[in-house]
């Protein structure tokens, strides 16, 4: 018999993120554990509910309604609406079941990406990440007018050292009219030369206009990723079925579960970037081991290190957990 509990939390972004969404400045989420004997596993629920996962409350009614006792079949049946539940039962399960042995592919290190602030700030944020060890970047875009953050893009892609990469997210707030002109800014400088590297505009439209994107992939030599198209298991193949062989944004805790997206992964090679949704190293750690079996192309991971309140997160963790 598995014992099951669990613990909600709340952390703080220090600075808040500035997305298209507006600002987030507090993470909520669940730690669940499952006892069995003598062994313990830890999952994490961290949903993003304007991802389009279930919310932290939904979350939780869905823990408050389980018996304390939980076994396999319950784990393994958790309904299609609970991404993010589906993802910590599932990753505590292996772990209480898996600890210490190697039951994948070995873990390959992976590079990371870093999350540069919005804005101009963007530029006078890089040069400590890349000492830091990042070449791989992501600038949110859509959140300030569309001529101001073209003047600061054309900057910071000139200014970039030769090999690094740069990833321009969009979070679906841009119209056709400026993903045309992100896309047709992003070619010219790519065929002129510049000192980065432009990897791929992600999510520049609406989950709704798939086919915009599509024709915006086939148009434009800069690729394109999806990320909020294809938030969970269900919406990956459906886009998948509907032709998208460009790159897949996985962010594995709110995709659901995790031995479904494996199988998915594994069938279809699709070409894929992993990435946080900003979770502890609870959900983190079981996201990274995804991310290590599956990513095939070795793009880099959107796990770079992100700066809260409460600064250790092991003894943040600890406390939480012998706290109530
Ligand atoms: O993907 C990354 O590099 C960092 C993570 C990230 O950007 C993100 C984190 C939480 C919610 C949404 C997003 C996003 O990609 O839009
Ligand atoms: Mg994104």
Same mark, same amino acid.
């Given at each position: 018999m598995t014992q099951f509990n669990f613990r909600p939390y709340r952390r703080r972004f220090q600075p808040p993120l500035q997305t298209n969404h507006g600002v987030w400045d507090v993470r909520d989420g669940i730690i669940i554990r499952l006892t069995s004997d003598s062994n313990v596993g830890y999952g994490e629920i961290a949903p993003i509910s304007w991802f389009g996962s279930e919310t932290v409350e939904q979350a939780l009614d869905f823990c408050r309604q389980l018996p304390k006792e939980v076994s396999e079949e319950i784990i393994f049946s958790i309904p299609d609406r609970f991404p993010a539940c589906q993802f910590g039962f599932e990753s505590a399960w292996e772990d209480i079941n898996c600890r210490g042995v190697q039951m994948y592919a070995p873990i390959i290190p992976l590079a990371y990406s870093a999350l540069l602030p919005a804005g101009k700030a963007a530029l006078s944020t890089w040069q400590s990440l890349a000492k830091d060890g990042y070449s791989t970047f992501k600038w949110k875009i859509g959140v300030d007018p569309i001529a101001e953050e073209l003047a600061i893009f054309h900057h910071l892609i000139e200014v970039l050292p030769e090999g690094v990469k740069l990833r321009l997210d969009a979070n679906g707030g841009l119209s056709y009219e400026e993903a045309n002109l992100w896309l047709y800014n992003c070619d010219n400088i790519m065929a002129a030369g510049a !000192? !980065? #590297?432009? #990897?791929y505009i992600e999510q520049?439209?609406?989950?709704?206009?798939l086919t915009e994107m599509q024709e915006l992939s086939d148009y434009y030599a800069t690729a394109i990723a999806l990320d909020e198209s294809v938030a969970n298991l269900t919406q990956l193949e459906a886009c998948y079925q509907r032709g998208w062989r460009g790159i897949f944004t996985i962010k594995p805790s709110i995709a659901g579960s995790p031995s479904r997206l494996r199988k998915f992964c594994q069938e279809r090679k699709i070409d894929a970037v992993f990435s946080s949704v900003f979770e502890t190293i609870v959900g983190r750690q079981a996201a990274l081991k995804l991310a290590a079996e599956l990513s095939i192309n070795r793009r880099a991971v959107g796990f770079g290190v992100h700066h809260w309140l409460e600064e250790n997160e092991q003894t943040w963790l600890e406390q939480l957990w012998q706290a109530c």
């Open positions: !000192g !980065g #590297e432009i #990897e520049p439209l609406a989950v709704k206009n």
